[in-house]
């Protein structure tokens, strides 16, 4: 299982962008997914998480309002919509999954993580 980020890049502030986070492989459902994010000599924290099902998110109190994610399990594919955004919000964003496989005749749920796609945002 490999999981593929896209949709960063440079904006003015207040712009928005959209990231995308797609799941290929060997996949037997997708649980929990999610965004996080690493800012330069900073550590990792959680943007926005997403439950199965889509009916209930969490959100960092710095995005609320602002950033919305949602998924499609179909296409086994978790976005961030980011809008008014802001300097501070330059960083590194990391895609996660809890991903159930097939492995060896038995069914294994582990945690996936995307490469990370690079959001820089110019005052």
């Known amino acids: 299982v490999q999981l593929q980020a896209s949709g960063g890049g440079l904006v003015q502030a207040g712009g928005s962008l959209r990231l995308s986070c797609a799941a290929f492989g060997s996949i037997v459902s997708t649980h929990d997914m999610g965004w996080y994010r690493q800012a330069p000599g900073k550590e990792r924290e959680l943007v926005a998480s997403?439950?199965?099902?889509?009916?209930?998110?969490k959100y960092a109190d710095s995005v609320k309002g602002r950033f919305t994610i949602s998924r499609d399990n179909a296409k086994n594919t978790v976005y961030l919509q980011m809008n008014s955004l802001k300097p501070e919000d330059t960083a590194v964003y990391y895609c996660y999954m809890e991903i159930m496989r097939l492995a060896w005749g038995r069914l294994v749920t582990e945690d996936y993580w995307g490469q990370g796609t690079l959001v820089t945002v110019s005052s």
């Open positions: 997403i439950i199965t099902s889509g009916s209930n998110t």
